[in-house]
């Protein structure tokens, strides 16, 4: 029986990975950061989702997550193949989104540490002359009750404070790829038999504008909206490539805008819940 070993299991994309996998066949073994049996028993295939990304909180841990834990997993661990999942925001400010592209990192960037790291990773695992993929997935979204990410965290003041401070400006747009799509699409090519490309892109393929989010947020919750933005400084995200993702697998990704209402339904269930 195939044995899959999650690093990241408690947070929101390991969750949802977990509990797709549970409907297979397989061994899942989610381990602590400090298991001592990473380092002594063979994890089979190794799923990295264990990243953080508060660059200004905590910028360390940016930095171990991201890429120090990997870097002894890759060097010390025994695996037979390991997904590592970067991320598209790679992309911020680029002209070209497909996975062989230059990438640069802005020094304008508040959270160019995030990009360092990711990069750094990246090229951690393609110079291990391993059995590695790099997985950059683009904004996910689902209901994570205490998440930090953009959409769960408006969605969430929406229906608690009934207010939603947006410091972007309505036209700012960029890519959100469902939890549940990203989750089945990396099980997918974890099931694959032939040689897969290095780096992966796993997108919507669609930039999704936050005025659009927003109608849709302010007519469920009838939340009030506050604009406060410069859009001289705003972060421009061109539309990711998925060509790549779709020579491999079925992969019909859902809209957000379409899934936003029920979001918002299992988000107010949930709170009402705690």
Same mark, same amino acid.
């Given at each position: 029986?195939?044995?899959?070993?999650?690093?990241?299991? +408690?947070?929101?994309?390991?969750?949802?990975?977990?509990?797709?996998?549970?409907?297979?066949?397989?061994?899942?073994?989610?381990?602590?950061?400090?298991?001592?049996?990473?380092?002594?028993?063979?994890?089979?295939?190794?799923?990295?989702?264990?990243?953080?990304?508060?660059?200004q909180?905590?910028?360390?841990?940016?930095l171990?997550?991201?890429? +120090?834990?990997l870097?002894?997993?890759?060097?010390?661990?025994?695996?037979?193949?390991?997904?590592?999942?970067?991320?598209?925001?790679?992309?911020?400010?680029?002209?070209?989104?497909?996975?062989?592209?230059?990438?640069?990192?802005?020094?304008?960037?508040?959270?160019?540490?995030?990009?360092?790291?990711?990069?750094?990773?990246?090229?951690?695992?393609?110079?291990?002359?391993?059995?590695?993929?790099?997985?950059?997935?683009?904004?996910?979204?689902?209901?994570?009750?205490?998440?930090?990410l953009?959409?769960?965290?408006?969605?969430? /003041?929406?229906i608690?404070?009934?207010?939603?401070?947006?410091?972007?400006?309505?036209?700012?747009?960029?890519?959100?790829?469902?939890?549940?799509?990203?989750?089945?699409?990396?099980?997918?090519?974890?099931?694959?038999?032939?040689?897969?490309?290095?780096?992966?892109?796993?997108?919507?393929?669609?930039?999704?504008?936050?005025?659009?989010?927003?109608?849709?947020?302010?007519?469920? +919750?009838?939340?009030?909206?506050?604009?406060?933005?410069?859009?001289?400084?705003?972060?421009?995200?061109?539309?990711?490539?998925?060509?790549?993702?779709?020579?491999?697998?079925?992969?019909?990704?859902?809209?957000?805008?379409? /899934?936003?209402?029920?979001?918002?339904?299992?988000?107010?269930?949930?709170?009402?819940?705690?």
């Amino acid at each position: 029986m195939k044995l899959i070993t999650i690093l990241g299991g +408690t947070g929101f994309i390991g969750t949802e990975i977990i509990k797709q996998l549970k409907k297979s066949h397989c061994n899942i073994y989610s381990p602590q950061r400090n298991d001592n049996l990473l380092f002594t028993e063979n994890l089979g295939t190794v799923i990295y989702a264990a990243g953080y990304g508060d660059c200004q909180k905590d910028p360390y841990n940016v930095l171990d997550a991201n890429t +120090t834990l990997l870097s002894h997993i890759i060097k010390e661990a025994k695996f037979d193949k390991l997904f590592y999942l970067s991320s598209t925001r790679l992309y911020l400010n680029q002209e070209n989104t497909f996975e062989n592209a230059n990438i640069m990192i802005h020094t304008s960037d508040n959270r160019r540490l995030f990009n360092i790291t990711k990069l750094a990773a990246e090229e951690i695992c393609l110079k291990s002359n391993k059995n590695i993929t790099i997985i950059r997935p683009s904004n996910v979204y689902g209901t994570a009750i205490n998440s930090s990410l953009f959409l769960p965290s408006i969605v969430r /003041d929406a229906i608690q404070k009934k207010e939603i401070n947006m410091f972007v400006s309505p036209e700012y747009s960029k890519d959100y790829i469902s939890v549940n799509d990203l989750a089945s699409a990396i099980i997918e090519l974890i099931n694959l038999e032939e040689d897969i490309s290095p780096i992966i892109n796993i997108a919507s393929g669609i930039n999704t504008k936050a005025e659009d989010l927003v109608n849709i947020i302010k007519n469920k +919750t009838s939340c009030n909206i506050n604009w406060n933005f410069n859009k001289d400084n705003e972060e421009k995200f061109p539309p990711i490539n998925i060509n790549l993702i779709k020579k491999y697998i079925n992969y019909n990704p859902s809209n957000v805008l379409n /899934d936003l209402s029920f979001m918002i339904d299992d988000f107010t269930v949930k709170l009402k819940n705690l």
